[in-house]
């Protein structure tokens, strides 16, 4: 996997952390638990459920979350999240700047494109979220 690749989907990550994601990895499906950097900064590690994966550093990233594409969202969702975005541009300084993403992490939407880089699984329709 590319690096830069690697960089996104870990930074996708990481924002997400809060919100519960569940996970795909060769020992099965999982919540992302914590997301472990070394001091140098090369070397990364998930934890799924209780067991420590060092999922980041083969040629291949083994994990993937599962993400929903924008198009899935609903009209309420929608609705949502341009009434936060509008908060956010109506007064930046009284409101957190980020609320928006924050709310499409909350929901699993991959704002990203991860799916269509293979970094992403959809899970529209298996009900992982249920």
Do not use: W
Not at 35 to 43: A, D, H, L, P
Not at 83 to 89: A, P
Request: with cysteine; net charge negative; charged share 25%.
């Amino acid at each position: 996997m590319e690096k830069e690749n690697k960089k996104l989907l870990l930074k996708d990550l990481c924002a997400r952390l809060p919100y519960g994601v569940i996970c795909n990895t060769p020992e099965g499906d999982g919540h992302l638990c914590s997301i472990i950097q070394t001091v140098f900064g090369t070397e990364y590690g998930i934890n799924i459920k209780a067991t420590e994966r060092d999922y980041f550093n083969d040629k291949e990233v083994c994990i993937k979350p599962y993400l929903r594409p924008m198009s899935s969202m609903t009209y309420e969702e929608k609705v949502e999240y341009l009434n936060i975005c509008g908060n956010e541009m109506d007064n930046p300084l009284s409101s957190p700047r980020y609320s928006g993403i924050d709310y499409l992490n909350s929901i699993h939407v991959d704002y990203r494109g991860l799916i269509e880089k293979n970094l992403a699984l959809d899970c529209t329709g298996l009900h992982v979220y249920d």
